[in-house]
């Protein structure tokens, strides 16, 4: 199976900005598209951000839309989460997951394959 490893995650303030990355290992990371979702506390696991698996086509949720993007390094078998401007709101732990089966839009976890163990990422006001 695919091993899926989160980073960057961290307590920044309102306004701030991280980076998130996930390192993939087990497969041809190239072959396949990947996500981000974020859970808060006493929510559901909600859609972040996908990429393609070329990297030329992402998809963002409209609550993201404008400040965070997705990129991915193929050649570091690496897919990062670039956040800016960051929310309270944005409070969640991040999990980057593999997505095998061709995009859907408005995407769900059961759309995703495999997952990371998450980071979190905690916004102070």
């Known amino acids: 199976q695919v091993q899926l490893v989160e980073s960057g995650g961290g307590l920044v303030q309102t306004g701030g900005s991280l980076r998130l990355s996930c390192a993939a290992s087990?497969?041809?990371?190239?072959?396949?598209?990947m996500g981000w979702f974020r859970q808060a506390p006493g929510k559901v696991r909600e859609f972040v951000a996908n990429i393609d698996r070329s990297g030329r086509s992402t998809y963002y949720a409209d609550s993201v839309k404008g400040r965070f993007t997705i990129s991915r390094d193929n050649a570091k078998n690496t897919v990062y989460l670039q956040m800016n401007s960051l929310k309270p709101d944005d409070a969640a732990v991040y999990y980057c997951a593999v997505r095998i089966s061709l995009f859907k839009i408005n995407p769900r976890p059961s759309d995703y394959d495999y997952w990371g163990q998450g980071t979190q990422v905690t916004v102070s006001s």
């Open positions: 087990g497969r041809a990371f190239s072959a396949y598209a």
